[in-house]
């Protein structure tokens, strides 16, 4: 482990999806505390446009894939502390669930230096025994990362939400192409959770505050039903649209019809549209802290961060999707002209 004589500016920090949602937070709140900081992306020249969260030179894009076992080594070399981020919703071409979620965090708990500290995100619903082929395959990547690190800290997330978030965003998109939004899952319950505060989690995990060997769940103050945060975006956006909840069967037939016009259309269809069988199972699941985490000290609060409310971030960026934006001069005069 590092020791404590060693300051955050002498220390590196891989992460592995640096450069996507989440990512881009946590190399934020990395480079805010000093770390040097090394992004491991299949792209690093889409990750450029992170170096100007720290001080010249602080924050290095590298080559790395987790499809190919050298690029990972090379990536974690002499690092101090490595977090993976990478994951996806769903399969696309050569990017599959098994390669990247199951067998991935093994591989990069293998291809650490034994030192470093090692921080994963994982989800909430991650289940050996769901239905779902990505639950499946983050609760197969939970597990090989334990055998191979058993001090490895693992962070589980509800649903997630900040700028450029794939939720709060995607139904705002719709509700301004469609008139209905067909909902499955309308009935299940999340916690979403703001970016930011589950970035602030890893980074205390890297700052070694955080015990390891344990799962974190990471929920907001409020648990609602995906119903309710549609209709939620719709209040915000100023958009009167019909939600019309489907049957579980309906919404697995929907997400089927879906992915089978998204392969007809290699990828073309409007991401907004973009939906799988796999991810309708999910929504038949809850997605919130388990009382086993709040009860024994595995949540956000338990850490000390107090999660922040959707009402304090998301209008902020949902208020473009009004059909005046932001633009609104009744709106920002406060005239009734």
Do not use: W
């Not at 802290?289 to 960026?317: D, H, K, M, W």
């Amino acid at each position: 482990m590092i020791g404590a004589i060693r300051t955050p500016a002498q220390q590196l920090v891989t992460v592995f999806g640096g450069s996507g949602f989440l990512g881009r937070q946590v190399v934020q709140a990395l480079a805010k505390r000093g770390y040097r900081i090394r992004v491991a992306s299949r792209r690093p020249d889409l990750a450029n446009f992170l170096q100007p969260l720290g001080t010249v030179g602080q924050i290095q894009p590298i080559q790395a894939n987790l499809r190919d076992p050298a690029s990972v080594a090379h990536a974690v070399a002499r690092a101090d502390h490595v977090v993976n981020l990478v994951g996806i919703l769903q399969e696309t071409g050569r990017q599959k669930f098994d390669s990247l979620q199951a067998q991935g965090p093994r591989l990069i708990a293998q291809s650490a230096p034994p030192r470093a500290n090692i921080v994963h995100v994982s989800a909430i619903g991650a289940d050996a025994n769901s239905e779902s082929a990505y639950a499946r395959s983050k609760a197969a990547g939970e597990a090989g990362l334990l055998e191979a690190r058993p001090d490895a800290i693992i962070v589980r997330p509800s649903l997630m939400f900040g700028p450029g978030d794939n939720f709060f965003n995607r139904f705002a998109s719709l509700a301004r192409m469609l008139p209905v939004l067909p909902l499955a899952g309308a009935d299940t319950r999340f916690q979403p959770v703001y970016a930011g505060d589950v970035a602030e989690l890893i980074a205390r995990a890297v700052d070694g505050t955080v015990p390891g060997g344990q799962i974190y769940e990471c929920g907001g103050p409020e648990i609602r039903t995906l119903e309710a945060l549609v209709q939620y975006v719709l209040d915000v956006t100023e958009r009167k649209r019909l939600i019309l909840p489907l049957p579980n069967a309906v919404g697995r037939a929907q997400g089927s019809l879906m992915g089978f016009l998204d392969t007809l259309s290699l990828g073309l269809l409007p991401r907004e549209f973009a939906m799988t069988r796999d991810q309708a199972i999910l929504l038949e699941k809850d997605n919130v802290v388990s009382e086993s985490a709040i009860r024994e000290g595995r949540t956000l609060e338990a850490q000390g961060i107090s999660p922040t409310n959707i009402e304090a971030i998301a209008p902020a960026y949902l208020i473009r999707f009004r059909k005046t934006g932001q633009f609104d001069l009744k709106r920002s005069t406060g005239s009734n002209a």
